[in-house]
């Protein structure tokens, strides 16, 4: 588990096919790594990756095709900055919110503008994840936990303040960037629970507003109060 507070920008020092995957050297700059051991988790752009050597000045980690195929990891090459961040530890502070490391989707960013000394960012989630992401609720962009400051369908603002640009790869993002979201884990957890004994069925087709209004969710089957 981590909290999606970025400890330090890393970078891509080696990717290296092995096996139909991918073996990865990410330098950690300022991460101390004095307590970190082999089969440790440290999350990379928001990807949960294990710690399978430490040379010193960072980690190498095997990145699976599942990882390939469902984040944006493809898109990184040598020398790419990437955000870092170590598991999270009974002593923690848990700044942001609980964040899993496993990518939900890959999004894009669609928009940005200055905003005083801030940058707004407009971003496109895919749709499937659309209904996780919430007005004022949390999301994670390549590991950052943020929060959502406007929705409209897929697509979602964020204010980003001088800090979080400085201490984060965020400040690289333009239009057409593709990046890693993860959405809430409660909202996730909502959904299962909100199944039923319906979630034990392999095809159960998820929440639908059929669903919602015949389980007593939405008033004259409608979304409306």
């Not at 092995?18 to 928001?46: F, Q």
């Not at 909100?194 to 979630?199: C, E, N, P, V, Y």
């Amino acid at each position: 588990m981590f909290t999606g507070i970025i400890e330090a920008i890393g970078k891509i020092r080696a990717l290296s096919p092995k096996g139909g995957d991918v073996r990865v050297h990410v330098e950690t700059g300022k991460l101390d790594l004095a307590d970190v051991k082999l089969g440790d988790s440290i999350a990379v752009n928001g990807v949960c990756l294990t710690a399978v050597a430490l040379p010193g000045n960072g980690f190498w980690a095997d990145v699976s095709r599942e990882t390939l195929a469902c984040s944006a990891f493809s898109d990184l090459k040598v020398g790419s900055r990437v955000n870092l961040e170590k598991a999270l530890t009974p002593s923690s502070r848990l700044g942001g919110h609980l964040v899993s490391g496993h990518v939900d989707g890959v999004g894009e960013v669609v928009a940005r503008e200055e905003n005083a000394r801030a940058v707004q960012f407009r971003l496109r989630a895919p749709r499937e994840l659309a209904k996780y992401i919430a007005l004022k609720g949390s999301i994670t962009v390549d590991g950052t936990s943020l929060t959502v400051n406007g929705v409209n369908g897929a697509e979602f603002e964020l204010t980003i303040v001088p800090h979080t640009l400085s201490e984060t790869v965020m400040a690289e993002y333009q239009p057409g960037r593709k990046v890693n979201l993860e959405v809430d884990l409660l909202a996730r957890y909502l959904e299962r629970l909100l199944l039923g004994d319906q979630a034990a069925e392999s095809k159960s087709a998820g929440l639908s507003e059929s669903f919602l209004a015949a389980h007593g969710y939405m008033n004259h089957g409608s979304l409306k109060n």
